[in-house]
């Protein structure tokens, strides 16, 4: 069964030892998905699987994702137009070296997702309610798995705040 990679279909990797990470990278030449630790702790690697579930690649075998559809940066953008939280990283400065915001970006609108899903994070007040806002501590907190060694945080808060205020998801 064919892995849908941001649009196309292609077939998995022969051997099932092969992570999601490396047969973005190496198979499929799509290398904005970056490798930063290899263990999952820094979320340089982190897609979209179905559309807002983010994942970490590389602790992700490819076979796992036969018949599910993985969006990686390359697949945000559209039409030549950027995905707006792309043009807010842009405009907010949210990045330096750039190397961790592929999956900074990718785990914000999978964070995004999350919210408008009612699903509660560690810092949530009220498990019960109908809304969570995505106020200061609930945006750090839910962003947290996602490093950035230059320290651009404030960058990359703002353009987060920026894209999804609009959606109602942050407040």
Do not use: W
């Amino acid at each position: 069964m064919p892995i849908l990679v941001n649009g196309t279909e292609v077939e998995p990797p022969a051997d099932p030892r092969v992570s999601l990470l490396d047969f973005l990278r190496e198979r499929l030449e799509l290398h904005g998905t970056k490798l930063g630790c290899n263990q999952g702790a820094c979320g340089a690697c982190t897609v979209l699987v179905d559309g807002s579930e983010r994942i970490l690649s590389c602790l992700a075998l490819a076979v796992q994702y036969e018949g599910r559809a993985i969006t990686t940066i390359e697949g945000l953008s559209g039409n030549g137009e950027l995905h707006p939280l792309q043009a807010a990283f842009i405009e907010c400065d949210g990045f330096q070296c750039g190397y961790c915001t592929p999956g900074q970006i990718c785990s914000a609108i999978g964070m995004a997702a999350e919210i408008r899903r009612g699903v509660p994070s560690h810092v949530t007040a009220d498990l019960a309610a109908d809304s969570i806002a995505l106020d200061h501590d609930e945006l750090r907190e839910r962003m947290s798995g996602n490093l950035c060694r230059c320290g651009a945080y404030n960058g990359i808060v703002e353009a987060i705040r920026e894209t999804f205020a609009s959606e109602g998801a942050a407040k």
